[in-house]
C-alpha cells in the first residue's frame, strides 16, 4: 500500500529541489515514487501544478508504437507495410495522448488543488505517493531542507521522524508556510 505525504515549503523552489533529490534517491533505489507532484503559489496567488508523469507524453508514444506495429503487420495483407506503418503509427500517437488526458493517475487532481489553495503565495508543496522506502537513509539525504508536513497518511511515529527531519535545517514559527493540516478539506475519491 502507498503513503500519501504532503509536504510545504515556505519558499517556491525547495518543492522542486526535493523532488530532484528523491529522483536521485529512486535511481538508488532507496525510494520508490508511484506519483509526485509539485504545487507551487506564485505571488500573484495563482497555482501552478507540475506533475511527474506526462500522461499525454507516455500515451502518445505508447499508442504510436502500437498504432505503427498493428499498421505494419495489416499493411502487410494489402503489400503496403510503410503505409501502414505511418497511418498506424499517426492513430496510434493521436489515440493514446486522447487517452492519456482522460487519465487521472496518482494523487487526485482535486485533492491537489484543494491543498494548493490553501498556500501562502510565494511558498510550494510536495505530494508524494511513496512505495517504499528506506526512512532512515531518505530522511538523512533530507535533512537539509526545511519543510513541514501539511497531510500524510503515515503513522504518528513515522510522521514525527519526517517532521523531524525536516525541521532540522529550519524550525519555522506556526505563523509561516502553509495552512496547518487541520484546515484543509479531507480527500474525496
Known amino acids: ?15 522542486d529541489r526535493v523532488l530532484t533529490e528523491l529522483t536521485r534517491l529512486q535511481k538508488e533505489y532507496l525510494i520508490d515514487l508511484e506519483d509526485a507532484v509539485v504545487a507551487i503559489r506564485g505571488a500573484d496567488g495563482a497555482v501552478r ?15 504510436g508504437l502500437s ?21 498506424g ?11 492519456g488526458s482522460m487519465i487521472d493517475y496518482g494523487i487526485n487532481d482535486d485533492f491537489i488543488k484543494s491543498i494548493g489553495s490553501t498556500l501562502k503565495p510565494d ?25 513541514h508536513i501539511i497531510r500524510s497518511s503515515l503513522s504518528p511515529e513515522q ?3 519526517l517532521q523531524a527531519a525536516l525541521s532540522k535545517a529550519h ?3 506556526p505563523s509561516e508556510g502553509v495552512a496547518a493540516a487541520g484546515s484543509v478539506p479531507a480527500q474525496s475519491q
Open 1 to 15: 500500500m502507498a503513503e500519501l505525504v504532503v509536504v510545504g515549503f515556505d519558499n517556491p523552489n525547495d518543492a
Open 49 to 63: 501544478v507540475k506533475q511527474s508523469v506526462n500522461l499525454v507524453r507516455l500515451g502518445a508514444t505508447s499508442g
Open 67 to 87: 498504432g505503427a506495429m498493428w499498421g505494419s503487420l495489416i499493411g502487410l495483407l494489402f503489400l503496403n507495410p510503410l503505409a501502414g506503418l505511418a497511418i
Open 89 to 99: 503509427g499517426a492513430v496510434g500517437a493521436g489515440s493514446g495522448a486522447l487517452s
Open 123 to 147: 511558498t510550494s508543496a510536495l505530494f508524494l505517493l511513496v512505495r517504499k522506502s528506506q526512512p532512515e537513509k531518505v530522511l538523512a539525504e533530507l535533512s537539509g531542507f526545511s519543510g
Open 159 to 161: 510522521e514525527a521522524k
Open 171 to 173: 524550525a519555522p514559527s
